[in-house]
């Protein structure tokens, strides 16, 4: 059997990789980041990217794509703490366990135009770390009052607003000991399944950052900053929850990361 690799190990391949982008920046010579196969979190060497793009009928793509359901989003579904589906379903009898949170922003384009009527929608482990996953076994309970799904479309100013509960941070397989910082993962459907895009919201301050391989993939400060939302008193609601504002913006140099896609290079 082969010793586990530590955090030290993964760690010292992180701070390599950072070093050379750094290098390159100096030099004025373009690095892609993050890169598609990032050593450091080793399921993105199988997972990446290896052919070149195929093009393909936008219109064929959108037969054979996954849908959402025929009824139109239920504002009820941002709310993740009472479980309504889009048939107004209650599926929790209680309070889920956890600090409960307001997440809020925009959605913005480059030059900071509101974009409307986007269908967002969230999915996220619950405060002890759990999600709801066959494949998802570690020792941590699940939460009978809590599926972590929720959905909504931004509005005239290109806001979304989620009633939800912090999550907590959870082990995984990358390594020995290897923790994700606390986050909610985000989809932006666009006008076209061919469009949509996936990223993480990141919470202010947590000691995680400097370990974990997928924050860290991202070489740019900058770019990595605008991951993690900002506490906004104004966004808590007295008595009841703490907020947080994240803005999105789709293009342009303050672009917000987004997962590649299974085609990009
Ligand atoms: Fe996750």
Not at 28 to 39: I, V
Not at 122 to 146: T, V
Not at 175 to 198: D, E, K, Y
């Amino acid at each position: 059997m082969t010793t586990p690799e530590t955090q030290a190990d993964i760690s010292a391949e992180i701070d390599k990789i950072k070093a050379d982008a750094e290098g390159l920046a100096k030099e004025g010579k373009p690095s892609r980041q993050p890169l598609l196969d990032y050593p450091p979190y080793r399921s993105s060497a199988l997972r990446h990217p290896t052919k070149d793009p195929r093009h393909a009928d936008p219109e064929t793509i959108e037969l054979w794509s996954p849908c959402f359901g025929h009824s139109d989003v239920n504002p009820l579904e941002a709310d993740l703490t009472i479980g309504v589906d889009s048939s107004w379903n209650t599926q929790f009898t209680g309070e889920p366990i956890g600090e409960r949170i307001t997440v809020s922003g925009r959605v913005l384009d480059g030059e900071g135009r509101p974009v409307r009527n986007q269908l967002v929608e969230i999915w996220q482990a619950n405060s002890a770390g759990r999600y709801i996953h066959k494949h998802e076994q570690h020792p941590a309970p699940l939460d009978p009052n809590f599926t972590g799904v929720g959905r909504c479309l931004t509005d005239d100013e290109g806001r979304y607003r989620f009633q939800t509960i912090k999550p907590g941070p959870y082990p995984w397989g990358n390594h020995l000991n290897a923790w994700r910082p606390a986050h909610i993962h985000f989809s932006l459907f666009g006008r076209a399944f061919t469009q949509r895009l996936i990223t993480q919201m990141y919470f202010p301050g947590d000691p995680l950052f400097a370990l974990d391989p997928i924050y860290q993939s991202i070489t740019d400060q900058k770019a990595r900053d605008a991951l993690v939302a900002t506490y906004d008193h104004d966004l808590s609601v007295p008595e009841y929850s703490m907020g947080y504002n994240w803005d999105i913006v789709l293009t342009g140099p303050s672009r917000t990361w987004t997962e590649p896609e299974e085609n990009d290079k």
